[in-house]
């Protein structure tokens, strides 16, 4: 075999073992060991993050791609609510079109984070907790505050930069949006990088009536590492457009991060926010909302009718303000406190 010949085999071997999946094949690890990586590769492994009721390993799904030399590390979490499916996909292409021969520095990606909800279709773990509202977890805690604590340092502690992929939830819909700490450069720039619809500052540290329980990013950036969240349209579904918007972005981010050597470019539609409200109904029934995702809306403009089963109409609710509609309920039974747009409000 000639060496040319033997360096295609070589290839398509690569090739294969990225591309066709058995399960058996792919390792079980119980931590990331990032120094014993090789450079210029891609692995792919099931990392254990605590048991079920067989005493079989909880695992989840990670892709890492080290590159040719030493740098920053960029970790992408997709579905911690594991209804939230979009940035599955785009992790996926991220890897599939990336020539790790010529990245500097470490993606390390999760492809379902929140795996249990993942294959039980729903948006929190088994125990009915969210595990976006509990970080940094607890090492000697109940079942989802183990699965965090072991979430957040065997994997989210090795990252520099962070991107926490989302959807709306299930009975709502989302345009592509960014919460972010604008007040700081990185991270504003790191959103930009997205070209979401709309930009939306956010401190992304609230406390959940315990100051020890939070948001990923919230704990991520307590840690010192860069970290925004995106949110990729809606819940349960793939969305060709926002799969191909979110690659795009996250490949601008390896470019302006020198970790690859492509270029970036910046949208100029991008709307920013400076903070959001979601409004709700005080009446039930049958809501219509006649405005669509990022509509730029007027105050006093009509953002809901709800009737009653005969068509009647028991109330019109109106804009308290001018503003952008950055999400929606998708669901038209509506209690008293039912959700109906997502308004955010223009930076002035
Ligand atoms: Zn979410």
């Not at 989302?166 to 819909?173: I, L, M, P, V, Y």
């Not at 956010?202 to 948001?215: L, Y």
């Amino acid at each position: 075999m000639k060496f040319f010949d033997f360096l295609c085999l070589c290839a398509f071997l690569v090739f294969c073992q990225l591309s066709f999946s058995n399960n058996d094949s792919i390792p079980t690890v119980s931590t990331i060991n990032l120094e014993k990586t090789p450079y210029k590769s891609i692995h792919k492994f099931w990392l254990e993050i605590g048991k079920d009721a067989f005493n079989n390993p909880i695992k989840v799904p990670i892709l890492i791609a080290k590159g040719k030399e030493d740098g920053k590390t960029l970790g992408l979490t997709a579905a911690i609510h594991g209804n939230e499916l979009n940035g599955i996909p785009i992790i996926q292409s991220v890897f599939n079109n990336l020539d790790v021969s010529k990245l500097k520095g470490v993606i390390i990606a999760v492809p379902g984070l929140n795996s249990v909800a993942v294959f039980n279709n729903k948006r929190r773990f088994s125990d009915q907790v969210d595990l976006n509202r509990i970080f940094p977890g607890k090492k000697n805690g109940n079942t989802s505050q183990q699965i965090v604590y072991q979430i957040y340092h065997k994997i989210i502690k090795l990252f520099d930069f962070h991107i926490d992929m989302h959807t709306a939830s299930f009975g709502r819909t989302n345009s592509m949006y960014v919460r972010a700490d604008l007040r700081n450069n990185t991270l504003a720039m790191m959103s930009r990088l997205q070209n979401p619809d709309i930009l939306l500052a956010s401190k992304g540290n609230p406390s959940f009536g315990n100051s020890a329980s939070q948001t990923l990013r919230a704990t991520a950036m307590q840690q010192g590492i860069h970290s925004i969240t995106v949110e990729y349209g809606n819940p349960q579904v793939y969305q060709p457009e926002m799969i191909k918007r979110g690659v795009q972005g996250i490949q601008n981010l390896l470019a302006w991060l020198n970790m690859t050597e492509e270029s970036f470019s910046l949208s100029k539609n991008t709307i920013v926010c400076s903070k959001s409200n979601w409004i709700y109904t005080d009446k039930g029934g049958f809501l219509e909302i006649p405005v669509s995702l990022t509509q730029k809306i007027r105050k006093g403009q009509v953002i809901g009718i709800l009737k009653d089963p005969f068509g009647a109409i028991i109330k019109k609710y109106i804009a308290p303000e001018d503003g952008i509609v950055i999400g929606k309920s998708t669901n038209p039974i509506c209690f008293s406190g039912s959700r109906i747009i997502h308004l955010g409000i223009l930076e002035k």
